[in-house]
């Protein structure tokens, strides 16, 4: 996935477009993601016992990940996100492959 828990995203499609939010949980086996402020549902939840209430809750609901896109930390501008392998020397002297984000903007890793 092009994005991760804790990027700013920013809604493209659906009933949401235009907001942006936080990552605050993602599927990746599902392909989807839960941004704080979007998908928003009206949930009705009955008291179970003498200590919990009962009423309505407000709960954020996945979201699929093609429809967000990252805000990028640097140039604060909704990019499209490119990987670079970076090569180096780690342990008992084999090369350690990392894979790092790019902003397709501004040229700026991500992460």
């Known amino acids: 996935m092009h994005v991760k828990t804790k990027d700013t995203v920013i809604v493209i499609t659906g009933k949401d477009k235009g907001k942006k939010g936080k ?5 990746p086996k599902l392909n989807r993601v839960t941004v704080e402020g979007v998908n928003t549902v009206t949930k009705h939840q009955k008291a179970r016992n003498a200590g919990q209430p009962g009423g309505i809750i407000h709960k ?3 979201i699929d990940a093609s429809n967000v896109m990252l805000v ?40």
Do not use: L, Q, W, Y
């Open 23 to 27: 990552i605050v949980a993602s599927f």
């Open 60 to 62: 954020d609901m996945p």
């Open 72 to 111: 990028c930390p640097k140039c604060g501008k909704a990019t499209r996100v490119s990987h670079k392998v970076d090569k180096a020397p780690g342990e008992n002297g084999k090369m350690k492959r990392t894979m790092v984000r790019i902003c397709k903007k501004c040229g700026a890793e991500i992460d």
